[in-house]
């Protein structure tokens, strides 16, 4: 799905988790819902509002002429890039139904990322030197920036699967200068299945946070 229509796509089921919220102070019959959704991008870089330009090292020419898309967002951190081989993850939560922290809630985002890619036989760590996002060594495998109104959350993270991460060369990730990028395909030395990394992201978010996922056709 294409960076903007998945923008759009994330602020729609905000406000209809808004909506509903606004709703329960008059009727304790409504139910909150949450939202879940993995996507893959075309080649995207996008720049979060913390974030600087300089960070993108790239022409805008050079972007048009490689195909790359290129984002201003209202997410928190710096810049970072999205493309195919790379599961990104878009939770829309209500953090009144779980807990109103911020924080807490980027920390187990980052645990649900760290046992997944345990489960490949990879160890990653988070909040390395207090950077947000998952580490392998002194390289991130996963970017996080979430955005949160009224206590619900947009945005999300990013973990590199298969992705071709020469695309990084073009920014500076994160805005970080003397760290590299890696991929669980660069770790493992193969290509890894997407889906069932997604379903192993899955597992991993409704054991760590209390929700409980179904199918979704809206």
């Given amino acids: 799905m294409p960076y903007g229509e998945a923008w759009d796509f994330q602020e729609l ?19 909150v819902p949450h939202y879940f959704f993995l996507v893959e991008h075309p080649p995207v870089f996008t720049l979060g509002k913390s974030g600087s330009e300089s960070h993108l090292l790239a022409p805008a020419n050079e972007l048009d002429k490689s195909g790359i898309a290129y984002f201003k967002t209202n997410r928190g951190g710096d810049i970072t890039f999205h493309g195919p081989g790379q599961v990104v993850g878009y939770p829309i939560f209500d953090l009144d139904q779980i807990y109103t922290d911020i924080h807490r809630y980027l920390r187990e985002t980052e645990q ?14 988070s909040r390395k030197e207090g950077l947000t996002g998952v580490w392998v060594g002194e390289e991130k495998i996963c970017a996080l920036g979430v955005r949160a109104s009224r206590w619900v959350t947009m945005h999300g993270f990013a973990l590199n699967v298969n992705t ?27 290509d890894v299945d997407m889906q069932e990394v997604k379903d192993v992201l899955r597992f991993h978010f409704e054991r760590i946070f209390p929700i409980t996922f179904i199918p979704y056709e809206g």
């Fill in 112 to 125: 649900v990322v760290i046992d997944t890619i345990a489960d490949f036989g990879i160890a990653g760590g």
């Fill in 13 to 31: 089921h905000l406000q209809k988790v808004v909506a509903q919220k606004i709703a329960l102070r008059t009727n304790p019959d409504v139910v």
């Fill in 164 to 190: 071709d991460l020469q695309y990084f060369d073009m920014i500076v990730p994160c805005g970080i200068q003397d760290k590299g990028v890696t991929s669980m395909k660069k770790i493992l030395g193969r």
